[in-house]
T-cell receptor, first 112, second 112 residues
């Protein structure tokens, strides 16, 4: 069966510091991968999605970036964090030929 | 692009009572529709989905949803709510290109 992992589970970072969140999927090949952000009390905002290695689409311009160095690895990065980057970050995957998405456990990021 | 509206931000029901969470979507073609549930600090879990066929779909945990094209709705129901159902519920609509849009969510509180 397929599983999706995210780490770290929680992270506290000072403003201006870099960020790297990792997401990996097991048990499937060539998945579509997604990064979402969920601010407190709000819905999900799609940040990036990828249909293959090195193929990244950005939904919202901001100081975050994403990379997909391997088929089942998706990384969310920032060079300098802002206070507004605080939130709950969720990674998801879907099969390339299906629409339903499956979510990881999330990373709680607090920027101080 | 597709969009989703969940009119109720917060709903409170008594344990054992019936539940209906509303979801309205906007999309020019036949949509793919989903309901997800999120417990505090956790990722999203897929409850059920509608792709085609029977407009009444059954999901996990005793939930069901009915697709009504004429009303552009996909409401989630459960005949008898349990205290463990307290969570945030998200409706989502997907398009053919795997683009999925989420509603803002409905928080469910269950009174003993």
């Amino acid at each position: 069966s397929q599983t999706i992992h995210q780490w770290p589970a929680t992270l506290v970072q000072p403003v201006g510091s870099p960020l790297s969140l990792e997401c990996t999927v097991e048990g499937t090949s060539n998945p579509n991968l997604y990064w979402y952000r969920q601010a407190a009390g709000r819905g999900l905002q799609l940040l990036f999605y990828s249909i293959g290695i090195g193929q990244i689409s950005s939904e919202v311009p901001q100081n975050l970036s994403a990379s997909r160095p391997q088929d089942r690895q998706f990384i969310l990065s920032s060079k300098k964090l802002l206070l507004s980057d605080s939130g709950f970050y969720l990674c998801a995957w879907s099969a390339s030929d299906r629409n339903e998405q499956f979510f990881g456990p999330g990373t709680r990021l607090t920027v101080l | 692009a597709q969009s989703v509206t969940q009119p109720d931000i917060h709903i409170t029901v008594s344990e054992g009572a019936s539940l209906e969470l509303r979801c309205n979507y906007s999309y020019g073609a036949t949509p793919y529709l989903f309901w997800y549930v999120q417990s505090p600090g956790q990722g999203l879990q897929l409850l059920l989905k509608y792709f085609s066929g029977d407009t009444l779909v059954q999901g996990i945990k005793g939930f069901e949803a009915e697709f009504k094209r004429s009303q552009s709705s996909f409401n989630l129901r459960k005949p008898s709510v349990h205290w463990s159902d307290a969570a945030e519920y998200f409706c989502a609509v997907g398009a053919l290109n795997n683009d999925m849009r989420f509603g803002a969510g409905t928080r469910l509180t269950v009174k003993p």
